[in-house]
């Protein structure tokens, strides 16, 4: 039968789940029961206004607030059945975080809070959500997902000796020694305002400055310099050889150092060796990659930047086809597409190489003079643009003409004029409105530097200001007049025959005053190194005033040539007159 409701003002519903009863409960009846029958029985009728035959069952409130008993008719013989209030679950759902950003700025700005606010205020706790056993059992295996594996003992070696590690490494090294030793002056002031404090630098575009010093305590110590040249590719770079260090017998008697110029770096850029002592050494001119070395043995050997070994790449044989003699000069001479590499040791033996393969060479020739005199040579220079005839200097201290191919190949010309071996020889290079290539000047034992040209047999002048053996000479690749000198007290002297020939324009003598074995201008003419016999590269700026040359200095040299070749001439007229 259906139920009948009580009004909605004196009514609220609750959605009721019938509580199970087992057989023994429904014949047991709770105080409040029976309270509930009695109320039917007496007085819910009358209380509502409605008599049994209106309706067979009604709702009735419990003496128990929180449940709703629903009565059956006690006529019909329906028991009552009890409605209990299901469990209450109550969760909470969070609203949708709308983000929005801001052209301006995305950090979110806190407000303005007042101290009573600040301390009212509770920062809302999260409490971690119980995870399920599942999860937690889990959560182990992703983190371990998460870090890599780590490699073992052999795969760490591999990875080590790959050839890809090598080359990352040999260049990280680099870079992070060129960024550690930069020491840049952030201080400067392009105004000037700082130059009266240093007038003593507003004048040193006539003269000399103190650059940098290279030296390394392992390759460099108890070692001479022996050679010095510049790369023809990049000019920053220096390449120096030395000699055994008699006080480590177990290291490499021949070393090779190549320096750079660009970064404050202490450590050379590239370190090679050998094992004989290295007398001569160069730049491959159209080979930026490759460093020539001449050795006291007599190989020739090559080695290459872009390989990771420091022992050369290919060197020749040690046969009567090649040196068996120390190779004091190695000279790469020609174009980009047609090159040789020339060589010339003690024995007088001259040797033309290809770079692609140091086996044999392709020409030799023997310099001997008239037929029967073999050329002990200590020097050789070519004249600039020129790959056939050459100069050298020898042992007894006489100079020669020479040419490498036509019907005057061999020995040419002999010049004498030093009374000891000649110890350095360089042509003049300078391109100018006037060709001067026929000029050189060498130094020797005997204390001097002479001055000579190609068209006479005798010096045009001799420079006697030194007061020790003269070790080397190196024309100005850029200025015609100017030379520089190195000796045995470790004076650095620069000579301009447009300003002086008595003394030299600008002199310094090294730290230490020890003896300076080689000289070479770098291809601006602005820095000149010089080595020394304790290992030590020394790198001087020469003043741009004394370095750079002025249109006019190509015809002030000429008229001083003009003067010298006078007073040479007259000086022979009054020997010539005094011994008649």
């Known amino acids: 039968q259906p139920l009948q409701l009580l009004t909605w003002d004196t009514c609220y519903f609750h959605y009721l789940v019938p509580t199970p009863m087992s057989p023994s409960s429904q014949s047991v009846s709770t105080p409040s029961e029976a309270g509930s029958h009695e109320s039917v029985d007496g007085g819910t009728v009358a209380r509502y206004g409605k008599t049994p035959s209106d309706v067979s069952r009604t709702l009735q409130w419990d003496t128990d607030p929180s449940a709703l008993q629903l009565l059956a008719d006690s006529e019909h013989g329906c028991r009552m059945r009890r409605l209990g209030a299901s469990k209450i679950v109550q969760i909470d759902f969070m609203p949708k975080e709308l983000v929005t950003y801001c052209k301006e700025t995305q950090t979110p700005i806190a407000p303005n809070l007042s101290e009573e606010e600040e301390e009212d205020e509770e920062l809302p706790v999260s409490k971690p959500k119980p995870q399920s056993d599942e999860q937690e059992e889990e959560s182990p295996q992703e983190i371990q997902q998460d870090h890599p594996r780590e490699l073992t003992e052999e795969e760490k070696q591999q990875i080590v000796h790959s050839e890809d590690f090598l080359i990352f490494f040999d260049r990280g090294i680099r870079v992070m020694e060129r960024a550690l030793a930069e020491d840049s002056d952030i201080f400067f002031d392009y105004s000037g305002r700082d130059m009266e404090d240093r007038e003593g630098e507003t004048q040193a575009g006539l003269n000399m400055s103190f650059n940098r010093e290279f030296?390394?305590?392992?390759?460099?110590?108890?070692?001479v310099v022996t050679c010095l040249d510049w790369s023809p590719q990049f000019s920053e770079l220096?390449?120096?050889?030395?000699?055994?260090?008699?006080?480590?017998?177990?290291?490499?008697?021949g070393v090779v150092l190549v320096w750079n110029m660009k970064f404050k770096k202490t450590t050379p850029e590239?370190?090679?060796?050998?094992?004989?002592?290295?007398?001569?050494?160069?730049?491959?001119?159209?080979?930026?990659?490759?460093?020539?070395?001449?050795?006291?043995?007599g190989q020739i050997v090559l080695w290459d930047n872009r390989s990771h070994r420091r022992t050369p790449?290919?060197?020749?044989?040690?046969?009567?086809?090649?040196?068996?003699?120390?190779?004091?000069?190695?000279n790469v001479v020609g174009t980009q597409n047609a090159n040789n590499l020339i060589?010339?040791?003690?024995?007088?033996?001259?040797?033309?190489?290809?770079?692609?393969?140091?086996?044999?060479?392709?020409?030799?020739?023997?310099?001997?003079?008239n037929k029967s005199k073999v050329v002990a040579v200590t020097g050789m220079a070519f004249p600039a643009g020129d790959v056939n005839n050459f100069v050298v200097g020898s042992e007894e201290g006489t100079v020669y003409t020479a040419s490498r191919h036509g019907s005057k190949a061999g020995i040419g010309e002999m010049f004498e004029g030093h009374q000891g071996p000649v110890t350095g020889i360089s042509c003049h290079n300078a391109v100018g409105p006037i060709d001067f290539s026929h000029l050189f000047t060498t130094s020797s034992f005997d204390w001097t530097v002479k001055l000579w040209s190609t068209k006479h047999n005798k010096p045009l002048y001799s420079f006697e200001d030194n007061a020790d053996y003269v070790y080397d000479v190196m024309w100005s690749p850029v200025h015609p007049a100017l030379f520089a000198t190195v000796d045995g007290m470790g004076h650095l002297d620069l000579w301009n025959l447009n300003n002086d020939t008595e003394v030299p324009s600008a002199s310094v003598t090294v730290e230490g005053s020890c003896a300076l074995n080689?000289?070479?201008?770098?291809?601006?003419?602005?820095?000149?190194?010089?080595?020394?016999?304790?290992?030590?590269?020394?790198?001087?700026?020469?003043?741009?005033?004394l370095a750079m040359p002025h249109s006019e200095d190509w015809s002030r040299l000429a008229r001083v040539l003009m003067e010298i070749r006078a007073n040479a001439d007259g000086e022979e007229e009054g020997v010539l007159e005094m011994t008649g």
């Open 215 to 223: 030296y390394d305590e392992q390759w460099s110590k108890h070692r």
């Open 238 to 253: 220096l390449v120096a050889s030395y000699n055994s260090n008699e006080d480590a017998p177990h290291e490499p008697d």
């Open 270 to 297: 590239y370190i090679f060796h050998c094992q004989s002592s290295v007398m001569s050494v160069g730049f491959a001119q159209f080979h930026p990659n490759l460093v020539v070395g001449g050795t006291y043995s």
């Open 313 to 330: 790449v290919q060197r020749t044989p040690l046969s009567a086809a090649a040196h068996t003699h120390p190779v004091y000069c190695v």
């Open 343 to 369: 060589t010339v040791s003690t024995d007088g033996k001259m040797c033309s190489w290809s770079l692609d393969m140091l086996s044999q060479p392709q020409e030799s020739m023997e310099l001997v003079y």
């Open 518 to 545: 080689r000289v070479r201008w770098a291809s601006g003419g602005r820095e000149v190194a010089a080595g020394d016999s304790e290992g030590r590269v020394w790198i001087y700026d020469v003043g741009e005033q």
